[in-house]
């Protein structure tokens, strides 16, 4: 009866400290869970505000593009004006000589 007795008294003290390390490996998966979670939580939180800044600077570039292009368009369009009324007065005045020149020649 001593022997059953020890021997009862034995396996359920095994079988506590089983149960103890059992609910401490569980107890540790939850908690390295719930740190992934968190650093999951953060990485994605991180990478949407990370996103947000991309997309802001990208809207700023763009609008900053489009002013200088319209200001070197402007700056173009003037030239080629000014270049075309160059041009066009520069005919006027060859037309001008050359009628002058058939007109004298033929008198």
Same mark, same amino acid.
């Given at each position: 009866?001593?022997?059953?007795?020890?021997?009862?008294?034995?396996?359920?003290?095994?079988?506590?400290?089983?149960? %103890?390390?059992?609910? %401490?490996?569980?107890?540790?998966?939850? %908690?390295?869970?719930?740190?992934?979670?968190?650093?999951?939580?953060?990485?994605?939180?991180?990478?949407?505000?990370?996103?947000?800044?991309?997309?802001?600077?990208?809207?700023?570039?763009?609008? !900053?593009?489009?002013?200088? %292009?319209?200001?070197?368009?402007?700056?173009?369009?003037?030239?080629?004006?000014?270049?075309?009324?160059?041009?066009?007065?520069?005919?006027?005045?060859?037309? !001008?000589?050359?009628?002058?020149?058939?007109?004298?020649?033929?008198?």
């Amino acid at each position: 009866r001593r022997d059953y007795a020890y021997t009862m008294e034995s396996t359920m003290k095994v079988q506590a400290m089983v149960r %103890r390390m059992l609910a %401490r490996r569980a107890f540790e998966r939850v %908690r390295e869970s719930r740190e992934n979670a968190a650093v999951m939580i953060q990485q994605i939180y991180r990478g949407f505000v990370a996103f947000e800044d991309y997309v802001v600077n990208l809207a700023s570039t763009i609008y !900053c593009q489009a002013v200088i %292009r319209r200001f070197l368009a402007k700056k173009e369009f003037a030239r080629r004006r000014h270049w075309r009324s160059i041009n066009e007065n520069a005919t006027r005045i060859q037309s !001008c000589w050359r009628s002058y020149k058939a007109h004298t020649d033929f008198a």
